[in-house]
Every structure is written in structure tokens, then in C-alpha cells.
């Protein structure tokens, strides 16, 4: 098992920036790929970034291009730098680890992971 915990949320400005961290422990030396997700209040989960551990290859949603950073933590922790926050950035912010490398993984898809945390709040006033 694998177990995450996020940290860094909080109550910012619009403009403003936020670096949220996901520590992993346990069984992760299979673990391929840490993603970040948010769930804003009556929507689905979405992706947000992702890196793979070996190659450091990064992907970003369209949304949060060029204002996102996600970065390796130690070993298996990410950690998801958020500047020029926009009040559409309000969400529960979730860390996930791909646990088992697999053909045709997809990294953009929730469904993908393998662990997750329990969730970080930001909220971006305006």
C-alpha cells in the first residue's frame, strides 16, 4: 500500500500563488507516475498535471499551462507550484501515484491511479 498526504492549500488572492506538496510512504518503489487532480463543488474530478518518476516528462492541462509547475518530491512526493491564480482554480486539490507501470497508461485519466489522497482546499477570491 501506498499512502498520501497533501499539504499547502489554503485562502489566496486572484494573482496570486500557492505550492501544494504530496509526501508518499509505504510500498512505492513500483510507483511510474504522481498526477495532480481538483474537484470543484458539483463537478467531476479533473486532471490537473502529471510527471512520471523516471524521465521527469510533464503534462499539463490546457487550463493551467504555463502557470503550473509539478515537480518531483524526494523519491515519490510531487509537489504542484500555482501561480496567476484564477477564481476557476477553486477546488479540492488531490494527489494521486500510478502504482504499476501499464500498457496504454494514460496519465490524464483518473481511472489510471492507483492511490490517492485525501484532498488539500483552495480557495482563490477574487
Known amino acids: 500500500q501506498v499512502q498520501l498526504v497533501e499539504s499547502g492549500g489554503g485562502l489566496v488572492q486572484a494573482g496570486g500563488s500557492l505550492r501544494l506538496s504530496c509526501a508518499a510512504s509505504?510500498?512505492?518503489?513500483?510507483?511510474?507516475?504522481g498526477g495532480w487532480f481538483r474537484q470543484a463543488p458539483g463537478k467531476e474530478r479533473e486532471f490537473v498535471a502529471a510527471i512520471t518518476f523516471s524521465g521527469g516528462s510533464t503534462d499539463y492541462a490546457d487550463s493551467v499551462k504555463g502557470r503550473f509547475t509539478i515537480s518531483r518530491d524526494g523519491a515519490k512526493g510531487t509537489n504542484l507550484l500555482m501561480n496567476s491564480l484564477k477564481p476557476e482554480d477553486t477546488a479540492v486539490y488531490f494527489c494521486?501515484?500510478?502504482?504499476?507501470?501499464?500498457?496504454?497508461?494514460?496519465?490524464?485519466?483518473?481511472?489510471?491511479?492507483?492511490?490517492w489522497g485525501r484532498g488539500t482546499q483552495v480557495t482563490v477570491s477574487s
Open positions: 509505504g510500498r512505492t518503489s513500483t510507483s511510474v507516475a
Open positions: 494521486g501515484i500510478v502504482g504499476y507501470h501499464a500498457a496504454g497508461m494514460d496519465l490524464r485519466d483518473r481511472l489510471d491511479y492507483d492511490f
